[in-house]
């Protein structure tokens, strides 16, 4: 409950007596009348007028009186706002309590105006306060303090979500935002398309033969760079032995190597033996400074070759042969849901199951007679 004090008639009465043409101020106080002890009431002195801001307002500190108390937290605010027709309203406000119960006189408030070489004083009227003291079941146990408990971070985080999910929702937008904006201003910036195709998966062979080709076209050996020549040549062997046949190649040595070629090409051991050579020349080049003739490296790198053409060979007989059976799969299942089109085994037996001699279209004499054709041989022998 509020309860407004004013003091408009009295400035009425002052202002033509002081010789004042400017509109008068209005000087009211509102205040909260009833409340628990203990709870922060509210107080609000109030100026209306042109320059509200030469009225003197009462100044409090401590106590309203006797029985009020100012809270000393967010005890003063003072705020100004503005109306269509140009007068001010300025706002000085309170918060005061009572701790104990009962009803107390809110006091009479003063405030100064400039008139002239003078100042009038308003004062506001008095009103009354009531506090209420909460009921308290006195028949009841008394209960301890509740422990403390600690609140998990999902709860946390669901608090805050529930209570600012429009912000979060518009920050988050944002972010998006703007890192799309960067996005596409650094792909134009560099003339990229903004959407890329997506690309292919190249089969590791040949991926490994493209290598190879590329290396050829090097001529690392004919520029006397051997020794890369024979890094790269039995790179490219170890990464498509590791991509495509699951060996570590990358990190084995010739020795482990070497085994389990033998275990992969059991039908083909030369195989094998020819792929470790090449690394046995590579690792001599690279670590003894060994030489190679000009025959040995053409010799290195057709093993290789051979080798990755032969098992590109067989991938793609393998792929070939899973994709007749794929389709044969797939004629056989469209012939077993449509069995209405085959033709039946009986259709062209109709006429011949019981005399396959007879034409078709033609009576048969072992067709069973009908009492006509019998009464046709028994009339004669009535005669």
């Not at 309203?64 to 100012?70: A, G």
């Not at 000085?92 to 701790?99: D, E, K, N, R």
């Not at 009103?127 to 008394?142: L, Q, R, W």
């Amino acid at each position: 409950m509020k309860r407004i004090s004013t003091c408009l008639l009295g400035c009425l009465l002052a202002l033509p007596a002081a010789g004042f043409t400017h509109t008068p101020p209005r000087i009211w106080v509102e205040y909260d009348t009833a409340g628990m002890i203990g709870d922060a009431m509210k107080l609000s002195l109030r100026c209306e007028s042109t320059n509200p801001e030469n009225v003197n307002f009462p100044f409090l500190q401590g106590q309203i009186s006797t029985d009020l108390s100012l809270i000393p937290t967010d005890s003063l605010r003072v705020d100004t706002s503005f109306d269509a027709g140009g007068l001010k309203t300025k706002t000085v406000s309170y918060l005061f309590s009572s701790y104990r119960e009962g009803r107390y006189t809110m006091p009479s408030f003063c405030f100064e105006y400039p008139a002239g070489d003078s100042l009038l004083t308003y004062c506001t009227d008095t009103g009354t306060v009531h506090f209420y003291a909460p009921e308290v079941d006195t028949t009841a146990s008394i209960k301890g303090i509740a422990p403390a408990f600690n609140v998990s971070k999902k709860e946390l985080v669901k608090e805050y979500w529930a209570k600012y999910d429009i912000c979060l929702w518009i920050v988050l937008a944002a972010a998006l935002a703007c890192a799309a904006i960067a996005c596409i201003c650094r792909k134009w910036k560099r003339k990229e398309p903004l959407f890329m195709p997506r690309k292919t998966a190249v089969p590791p062979v040949v991926r490994a033969l493209a290598s190879l080709k590329q290396l050829k076209e090097k001529q690392l050996w004919q520029n006397n760079l051997i020794k890369d020549y024979y890094t790269e040549l039995t790179d490219i062997l170890r990464i498509y032995l590791s991509e495509a046949m699951g060996i570590p190649a990358v990190e084995m040595t010739n020795e482990e190597l070497r085994i389990a070629l033998k275990n992969r090409f059991p039908a083909k051991p030369g195989e094998g033996q020819k792929l470790t050579d090449v690394l046995d020349t590579a690792t001599l080049v690279k670590f003894a400074k060994v030489l190679p003739g000009i025959a040995e490296h053409e010799n290195c790198y057709d093993i290789v070759k051979d080798f990755l053409e032969s098992q590109k060979k067989e991938q793609d007989e393998a792929r070939a042969a899973e994709n007749a059976n794929s389709a044969g799969n797939a004629d056989a299942a469209d012939a077993a849901a449509k069995p209405d089109d085959a033709p039946s085994p009986d259709a062209g037996n109709l006429h011949s199951a019981s005399n396959p001699d007879t034409p078709c279209g033609q009576p048969n004499d072992s067709t069973p007679k009908g009492p006509e054709n019998q009464e046709e041989k028994e009339a004669p022998t009535g005669k």
